[in-house]
């Protein structure tokens, strides 16, 4: 155990830069509420440095508070403040330079550039901070919570808002984002670049420009989390881009332009997930095949499902389709023909946004029925084989 150091008005330091210069490793800090301008903050051997009642603190140079070089600091009960937008500089209330064994926990970041910034870093835990920004547009600002380069790293019960983006990984491999809250952010919730083995997991993205990016990624777990009210001419509750062998299990789907868009996504599960109330169901494009969309609930969807080209390499099977109008005489909960998801209506719509405006008029009821009828349009073999007559109740399947 080391020595406590007490930063305060009437403690033997005054700033908390007094204390780390006088600090010895595994020594704590502990800075008593008030307010701090300080130079930068560099840490460069094992620390604890613990807030009483979130001292604010902020940087006299406008530029990153706290810099850690050193492993096992842990940083909790901070109030962090005003980290200036830059051009050249990813600057951030508290950055971690290859190092790790650190926590950062229970902090308050406001109108930060960015947040928490990880880089080349491994076995380090964030949990349970609040971090807020403003950002105008993606050009001057950065994201909440940023990771380049690492590996082993948690990020949990955080809130998100008001960035670029909200949490950011890039490198970042072997990794779990868990029980986050992540909205209003101006691109996504969630990024993923070149990311491998890494979960997220019981999460919501609610009201961001898009909900979750996963691109050029494989083996990635997604599950239980919520992708709501993400809104906008090219919003996605979840983008998949160029990723493999991954699973999305268990999530809800609510109100957003398009719940899952998929454009190179190969051997993807998708199965347990509810769609609800969504602008788009699912758009599959670009050479995505061999996914397992299995044991779903499409639920009031203006479209359910839209495709590229008349490929039938992925499967559908025992999804329950609100739309559909199928009978069971054999009573024993599928259907007794398969449901075709893909409507000529939605194709037409896809290249012709503007005939949205005939959406549920009679005239388009006959179109799809036609084509139904007789398919010319739309892949005669994309069906779901054993569609199921009512919905699924996941707590009991």
């Excluded at 910034?117 to 807020?132: E, P, T």
Aim: aromatic share 10%.
């Amino acid at each position: 155990m080391g020595d406590v150091l007490r930063v305060g008005k009437k403690q033997a330091y005054q700033t908390i830069t007094q204390a780390i210069n006088n600090s010895h490793p595994g020594d704590s800090i502990l800075i008593e509420n008030g307010s701090y301008t300080e130079p930068n903050l560099l840490i460069k051997h094992p620390l604890h440095i613990i807030g009483i009642g979130f001292p604010s603190v902020e940087n006299q140079d406008e530029k990153e508070i706290i810099t850690i070089e050193s492993d096992s600091v842990n940083i909790t009960g901070l109030l962090l403040k005003n980290v200036k937008v830059s051009y050249i500089n990813d600057f951030a209330a508290i950055k971690v330079n290859g190092q790790k064994h650190c926590i950062i926990s229970n902090n308050q970041l406001e109108n930060t550039f960015f947040g928490i910034f990880l880089k080349q870093s491994k076995n380090c835990i964030i949990r349970n901070n609040q971090i807020k920004g403003n950002a105008k547009n993606e050009m001057s600002s950065g994201n909440a919570i940023h990771l380049w380069y690492c590996k082993n790293i948690q990020v949990e019960e955080n809130q998100a808002r008001n960035h670029r983006d909200g949490i950011y990984l890039e490198f970042v491999d072997n990794s779990v984002v868990r029980n986050n809250i992540v909205e209003n952010n101006i691109r996504y919730g969630l990024h993923f670049m070149f990311s491998d083995h890494d979960e997220y997991m019981g999460n919501i993205f609610r009201s961001n420009g898009a909900g979750v990016a996963v691109m050029f990624s494989k083996f990635i777990k997604m599950q239980n989390n919520q992708f709501e009210f993400n809104w906008g001419s090219a919003s996605y509750g979840l983008l998949l881009k160029d990723i493999t062998d991954s699973e999305i299990i268990n999530n809800v789907f609510k109100q957003n332009t398009i719940a899952i868009y998929m454009e190179g996504a190969n051997r993807v599960d998708i199965h347990k997930n509810e769609f609800k109330n969504n602008g788009w169901a699912m758009k599959i494009y670009g050479s995505s095949m061999y996914n397992n969309i299995n044991r779903n609930n499409f639920l009031n969807n203006s479209f359910e499902l839209g495709v590229s080209g008349r490929s039938d390499s992925n499967n559908f099977n025992e999804n329950y389709w609100s739309s559909h109008t199928g009978y069971d005489l054999d009573k024993d909960g599928i259907a007794d023909v398969p449901y075709r998801p893909v409507k000529l209506f939605s194709r037409i719509i896809s290249k012709i946004p503007s005939t949205s405006i005939l959406m549920r008029s009679l005239l388009i009821d006959i179109i799809d029925f036609a084509e139904k009828v007789n398919p010319v349009l739309t892949p005669d073999n994309l069906k779901d084989h054993r569609p199921l007559m009512k919905t699924i109740d996941y707590d009991k399947n």
